[in-house]
């Protein structure tokens, strides 16, 4: 008896020794509850990153080229086990140690679509007692999975299900919904963001929601677009609120568990290029919101766009950072936005931690518009893109490229950030697509070094007037990159940036070309950078991790320098954010290399890195 109490007692022991711990695992989108993407593993350091070599490859299986899919999904490892989304949003489990399945949940599988279904970032993990649930987010559901079985938890929603649509506060007749980024979890709520387009013909709002995790009930609503009676309903001219859409949550949120708040960042109001028929600074469009976690109401804002016309949407999560600040910890969130701004505010008060000035903007130049006179600016840290679009600012990669810009230049109203609208067509800098976008930013608490990574797309808007009969003022005939003749962007290289931002001192501590066209490289062209899509993670190994630039090619940057210390060219382009984690002794990073973006061939490769 005592040896079988023994024996009993050893096995315990030994399971619970192999219980990872929070650290040595990705258990959250963003790398933690406030999107820090930092972690403290460094088996893999600058000393040996150079012999990082692929560990294996998991196809998906399911990559479709017409149209093309993607993965942007960044994976998480809970508990031993990688939990994913696949080019076709299916949820999937794997062995982190193999990328071997474990089972697959497949939200879609009835569908008779043969389109593409769109993308997702990515799963929740959550947990209570002995339950664990996937939250997983599919076009306009919102399902709870069980983690270790992969069938649906028949006690939540509608069998397992939640349709976002309903219990809205709003008429969704012939309205669609998406939810793009994971929902987070606090306590026993699930909360969801998302929302509907930002076009002229009548979108959905926004709204972000509480859901109690184990029956799917709705626990509390904020309206982003207020109704009467609630804070910011009055920047609303008459009832423009009724009609006007966007105001969504696209680029997901982050959570305070200790203080209890959830901070999201909002996009523009619909119509994203004409605001006459929606007068007013229109709260809560462009703001970084702080939210009570357990009843919605709202804690704090700050908008960093009034009456945005330029869809200039809050892109990322806010990151909640404990910075060093004057020798002192200092809890913030840090919002990254298109225009290129890093805007830093104390946690618990919305108070800027650099300032940030109301600086005077152009007028309106088309009829019916009523621009708001001022923009809130950060003194620091400097922008982490160019702003605006100046006639010295015209590719010059050849003259034939420059040449043709230079023409698309002189038709059209062009100059500094915030350039109003013209129906004869005005050229954005930054673009839709930033500036910095939905990777966000890394934290490293140990160097208090922000790294973001941030593009120069240039975008083109044409109006015209609309149909009497459409039920709005003007119409979109154009809104694309503006690019040379062989499709490079429009402005001056270089077109991509890593960047190290001193939280201490809002200045930048080093600034790196990030990728490069090759066959620009072979004409002798300095080193051009590429625009990306994805962010990138930081660890204690003195290392900056980054994919997503058009050359397909995963980096590891020093933390302390910018400069590369190793890179691998995957078979497509790695449009996603990457994990790092750790799992039978070894360290791992982990890229989901779907391509599909931007004319590159899809693919359904998520690829493991390790020494």
């Known amino acids: 008896m005592r040896r079988r109490l023994f024996l009993q007692t050893a096995a315990a022991a030994a399971a619970s020794s192999k219980t990872p711990s929070p650290g040595s695992e990705w258990r959250v989108y963003g790398g933690d509850d406030g999107a820090s993407r930092y972690s403290p593993l460094k088996r893999i350091n600058r000393t040996n990153v150079s012999r990082l070599r692929v560990a294996w490859v ?29 080019c076709q949003l299916k949820v999937r489990a794997l062995d982190p140690r193999t990328g071997e399945t474990k089972w697959t949940f497949d939200p879609l599988k009835n569908s008779r679509s043969r389109r593409s279904p769109g993308v997702n970032r990515g799963v929740t993990f959550w947990r209570q007692g002995n ?9 306009d ?15 939540f929603g509608s069998a397992g299900v939640v349709d976002l649509k309903e219990n809205f506060d709003h008429d969704m007749t012939g309205l669609s919904f ?40 709705r626990r509390w609503i904020f309206h982003t677009i207020p109704k009467p009676g609630e804070f910011g309903h009055d920047t609303w001219e008459g009832d ?43 709260l809560f469009g462009n703001c970084v919101l702080a939210l009570n976690a357990r009843t919605g109401e709202r804690v704090w804002h700050f908008q960093t766009v009034h009456h945005d016309t330029w869809d200039y949407d809050l892109p990322a999560q806010p990151a909640l950072l404990t910075i060093r600040k004057d020798g002192k910890p200092l809890d913030v969130v840090a919002q990254v936005t298109k225009q290129g701004f890093l805007f830093v505010f104390e946690r618990a008060t919305g108070r800027p931690v650099f300032e940030i000035e109301e600086r005077p903007v152009p007028k309106a130049d088309i009829d019916g518009e009523e621009l708001w006179p001022t923009q809130p600016m950060p003194v620091k840290p400097p922008p982490l893109s160019r ?45 839709f697509r930033g500036g910095p976008l939905w990777g966000g930013l890394a934290y490293d608490p140990e160097r208090n070094l922000a790294f973001v990574g941030s593009d120069e797309w240039t975008n083109r808007v044409i109006l015209k007037d609309a149909d009497p009969n459409d039920g709005f003022r003007y119409a979109l005939v154009d809104r694309a990159p503006v690019t040379d003749p062989e499709g490079y962007p429009a402005i001056r290289p270089p077109w ?55 050359d397909k090619m995963i980096r590891a940057f020093d933390s302390d320098t910018g400069a590369v210390l190793w890179e691998h060219k995957l078979n497509q382009g790695g449009f996603a954010t990457p994990c790092t984690y750790e799992a039978g002794g070894r360290q791992y990073v982990v890229i989901a290399a779907g391509g599909g973006k931007d004319g590159s ?4 490769e998520i690829v493991a890195f390790s020494l």
């Not at 061939?601 to 359904?604: N, P, V």
Request: hydrophobic residues 35%.
């Open 58 to 86: 998991h196809r998906t299986g399911d990559a479709m080229e017409r149209p093309a899919t993607a993965i942007e999904c960044t994976p998480i490892v809970v508990d031993g086990v990688m939990y994913l989304t696949t």
């Open 131 to 139: 339950d664990k649930r996937i939250f997983a987010t599919v076009q």
């Open 141 to 155: 559901m919102l399902y709870s999975i069980d983690a270790v079985t992969g069938e649906l938890d028949r006690k």
């Open 178 to 217: 998406k939810h793009t980024s994971p929902p987070v979890v606090f306590d026993d709520l699930v909360i969801t963001g998302g929302g509907g387009g930002e076009g002229p013909y009548p979108e959905a709002p926004g709204h972000i929601r509480g859901y109690d995790a184990r029956t799917g009930k």
């Open 240 to 282: 423009s609120w009724k009609r006007a859409g966007g105001t969504n949550c696209w680029a997901g949120m982050s959570v305070d568990l200790r203080r209890g708040i959830v901070f999201a960042g909002i996009g523009s109001p619909s119509f994203d290029f004409y605001g006459g028929d929606r007068k007013g600074a229109n």
């Open 387 to 431: 702003q605006g679009f100046r006639k010295e600012d015209i590719t010059d990669i050849s003259p034939e490229a420059h040449k043709y810009v230079s023409a698309i230049w002189d038709k059209a109203s062009a100059g500094a950030l915030f350039t109003p609208l013209r129906k004869s067509g005005t050229l954005i800098h930054p673009g």
């Open 496 to 550: 991509g940036h890593m960047t190290a931002v001193d939280m201490d001192k809002g200045d930048f501590r080093w600034r790196v070309v990030n990728g490069e066209f090759p066959e620009l490289t072979r004409r002798g062209i300095p080193k051009t950078g590429t625009p990306s899509h994805g962010g990138a993670i930081c660890t204690a190994g003195g290392l900056v991790i980054k994919a997503g630039t058009f």
């Open 601 to 604: 061939k899809a693919s359904d």
